[in-house]
């Protein structure tokens, strides 16, 4: 018979628990188990009553690779490889290929930072140039040459605030020296070509992985494609051990402890066999990834009909920062969101010709987004749409690196050109009132350094380079402006807004944070009146960071 809720009550104050009933939770941590084998224990909860210690206990790989081929791709359960996490060092990529590679709404990760470390040595990437030795040997100059202009003008800076700011009492010398640095690099990495080598880290699910190095190896340049196929083999292949040398002389000492002590000889085998066994953290969840002939398709229809659209469309003048306000379907919102993509026009500019368009041309438009489309593709990104707040913003790429960390946001990104033209460090960008590269005498160099580059990437983008197009992006500095719309609700705008702005931020992206809060005032200030920005036209403290 049914307890009531007074018998119930009563039996529970006299520790008395009904028959099956179970009165204590219980959480534990997990380590040890190699991620597919992870993820597969976690999927057996939707399958099995088993608890987490049996399922792991009685899991081997050949069974978890079992599983998961059934499961994840006959039936298409893509939700167990969220389960499966794997870290990743992924070092000595190019800025343009790290950009890339960031680029899932998806990831974790940290990369080298332009702020805080000297990039002379890092080096950088030489792409392939076939028999165009003239385009080869301009590459490599550019390169030089502003690597030579991002140390005298970090230098220049650095003299500058030192002489003109005074140490604070109290604070050590090296750290003093260490913030001026920063300040200075804030102004220098202007001039950082996407050549530059860096290095980075990501901890992302095998079905975050999985898209991405699929979206890696459809890419159109070598490098990026190349970057796929490491990461496959990264995470099919044996993965790095930390303790493996610790438990390697933990063997040789059990081993040389005498031919006499068998039972200490058996131990050594069985250490062996646990501790220095290889281990494959996603061995059958991404061995499948391929290039992906929807996105591939798709952009190529795309930046076709764009490319007819657009023709005669003038490019307009666009603010740094335009919150574009809805007045269009749905529809006409992804379709404009498509062209976009593929395009380097302002996302009000195309917004307002679809808007003309009839409903069956703006049906054409879907259709080239959506009809290459496979069985388990996910939607391109042009589709998350419905935001309340999208912001097309129109700023240097190192800034924009930043921005690129808010992944709460749909992020839809036009491809790099020195077409769009670059930014400076302003008048009181960096301190009041001052316009750091004039008073440190390198503004002329600066100028003439990005000038360069981008005269030479256009020069050769029409070479006879393989790839010559996508090689001709390496050359740009970070220095040159590119257009991405940030489509998000409230939250996110507000999120923004009051991180970015804050003093120890860049400069670049504090003025981006600050004009997204003035164009949220202008369009809804009841809810701006709640943000709490600081203002970027106000001086700030250079040792705050």
Same mark, same amino acid.
């Given at each position: ?205 095998? +079905?975050?992985?999985?898209?991405? !190095? /699929?979206? &890696?190896?459809?890419?159109?340049? %070598? #490098? $990026?494609?190349? @970057? =796929? ?118 996302? +009000?500019?195309?917004?307002?010709? !679809? /808007?003309? &368009?009839?409903?069956?041309?703006? %049906? #054409? $438009?879907?259709? @080239? =987004? ?133 003093? %120890? ?41």
């Amino acid at each position: 018979m049914p307890y009531s809720v007074r018998e119930t009550l009563l039996m529970s104050s006299e520790s008395f628990s009904p028959p099956g009933a179970r009165t204590q939770t219980e959480v534990f941590a997990v380590h040890g188990a190699d991620p597919e084998i992870l993820a597969y224990a976690m999927a057996k909860y939707s399958r099995s009553k088993l608890s987490m210690r049996e399922s792991l206990t009685e899991i081997s790989s050949q069974r978890a690779e079992q599983f998961l081929n059934t499961f994840y791709f006959q039936y298409g359960h893509r939700s167990i490889a969220d389960l499966a996490h794997i870290a990743f060092a992924v070092e000595r990529l190019s800025l343009l290929a790290a950009i890339v590679l960031v680029d899932e709404t998806r990831w974790d990760g940290q990369e080298r930072s332009t702020r805080y470390q000297n990039f002379l040595e890092s080096g950088w990437y030489l792409p392939g140039f076939g028999d165009d030795s003239g385009s080869a040997g301009l590459y490599a100059q550019t390169i030089e040459s502003l690597f030579a202009t991002y140390q005298r003008v970090s230098a220049a800076v650095l003299a500058l605030l030192g002489s003109r700011v005074a140490r604070p009492e109290g604070m050590k010398a090296e750290t003093y020296e260490r913030t001026l640095r920063a300040r200075a690099f804030d102004v220098a990495r202007y001039l950082l070509p996407l050549a530059t080598n860096t290095s980075l880290g990501q901890i992302v699910s095998a +079905r975050t992985l999985e898209t991405q !190095v /699929s979206r &890696l190896l459809s890419h159109p340049t %070598a #490098e $990026i494609r190349l @970057l =796929g196929e490491k990461l496959r083999e990264a995470a099919t292949g044996p993965a790095w051990n930390l303790n493996a040398r610790a438990a390697q002389d933990f063997i040789e000492k059990l081993r040389g402890s005498g031919s006499g002590a068998e039972e200490l000889q058996g131990l050594a085998e069985e250490a062996a066999a646990l501790f220095t066994r290889e281990v494959r953290t996603a061995p059958t969840l991404v061995k499948y990834a391929q290039p992906n002939t929807y996105l591939m398709e798709s952009q190529r229809a795309l930046a076709q009909a764009a490319a007819e659209m657009l023709r005669d469309a003038p490019m307009v003048h666009a603010p740094l920062v335009d919150l574009v306000e809805r007045t269009e379907s749905l529809e006409a919102e992804i379709a404009a969101t498509l062209l976009y993509s593929a395009s380097h026009h302002p996302y +009000r500019q195309i917004r307002d010709l !679809v /808007s003309g &368009l009839s409903g069956a041309q703006i %049906a #054409e $438009i879907i259709d @080239l =987004g959506a009809g290459h489309r496979g069985r388990h593709d996910e939607a391109l990104r042009a589709f998350h749409a419905g935001a309340a707040l999208r912001y097309d913003i129109h700023m240097d790429i190192g800034g924009f690196r930043d921005m690129h960390r808010h992944r709460r946001c749909t992020q839809i990104i036009q491809s790099m050109t020195w077409e769009q033209g670059y930014e400076s460090p302003g008048p009181g960008d960096l301190a009041a009132g001052s316009d750091i590269l004039s008073e440190a005498g390198v503004l002329n160099e600066y100028n003439s350094a990005v000038q360069s580059a981008h005269a030479a990437a256009a020069q050769i983008a029409t070479g006879r380079a393989p790839e010559a197009a996508q090689t001709a992006q390496y050359l740009l500095p970070l220095a040159t402006r590119i257009r991405a719309l940030f489509k998000m609700d409230a939250a996110e705008a507000q999120y923004i807004a009051e991180l970015r702005s804050a003093p %120890a931020g860049h400069f670049s992206y504090r003025r981006v944070a600050w004009e997204m809060y003035l164009a949220l005032q202008r369009q809804h200030p009841e809810l701006a009146k709640h943000v709490r920005v600081t203002d970027f036209t106000q001086p700030i403290d250079l040792f705050q960071r």
